[in-house]
């Protein structure tokens, strides 16, 4: 099934739990889960033991569960069942926990869900394959900020990417933040998230795709050619690229720099380097 067909199937069948009265979480409001009409960012979070077990068992997408590290109880049985379907578990304090349920009952767990389901990077080959392009795959290297994410998948789709690759660990995820800030291309931009960046490129590499590097001490972005398949690697915010990733680029770019100000936003300076391959291919 493609990514289009997987997405638009889950919209429809959320709007169909809605008129029959069911919250955004699959759930109405209860001891167990709240949701508030006007946060938009509360809709996406399942509060509760029973109300986050009964949503694992009913397959619903969820992007990562937040559990108190001090609890016992069910919350192992939790713990169990995301792991099987390979959720994101983040130990949290339960100040934390307070915080995001804005005073709602918790009892130690919050599931967050997701906006889209993620894909496989050989679906997003897959798409640049049936387009008869060459792929053009944004690598993201812990984006952690979901405003940053949501605005780098937004010029990843208006500059023609296939694709973004995110990392399971130290990253934002698509929740509704991110989908809020990527005005809607989350939607159309299909994800993949992995659980090895380094393993990621490797695929790539073996599918032909040449993998370029954002780093201050790269050669001037203008002088490279990026007619061919592309995966382009942006760093996170604050550290910029991991070693390793560093190391297994092709290329290594970077920006002119001309004010006192020696760095950018990581989505600004992504966007800069993703029009430039959309300007490659249009000449």
Known sequence: MSFDNRYNGKKNFDKKRQKKGYGASGFGKTADSYHSSDDAEDKSLILGRNPVIESLKAGKLIDSIYINSEAGGSISVICSMAREQGIVIKKVSEQKLN??????????????????????????LDIANKKNEPPFIIICDEIEDPHN??????TAEASGAHGVIIPKRRSASINHTVFKTSAGAAAWVPVARVSNLSQAVDTLKENGVWIYGTD??????????????????????????????KEKCDFLLRLPMVGKITS????VAGGIFMY???RSRMV
Do not use: P, W
């Open 276 to 278: 430039e391959v959309l």
């Open 149 to 154: 994410l949501g605005a780098i998948i937004r």
């Open 99 to 124: 915080k995001m349920a804005n005073g709602a009952s918790h009892q130690g767990v919050i599931a967050m869900t997701a906006c889209a389901e993620y894909v496989e990077i050989q679906d997003i």
């Open 216 to 245: 201050s001490s790269g050669e001037d972005y203008k002088s490279v050619s990026f007619d061919g398949a592309v995966g382009l690697v942006i760093g996170s915010e604050g550290f910029g690229m991991s070693r390793l990733l």
């Open 264 to 267: 950018l936003n990581a989505s």
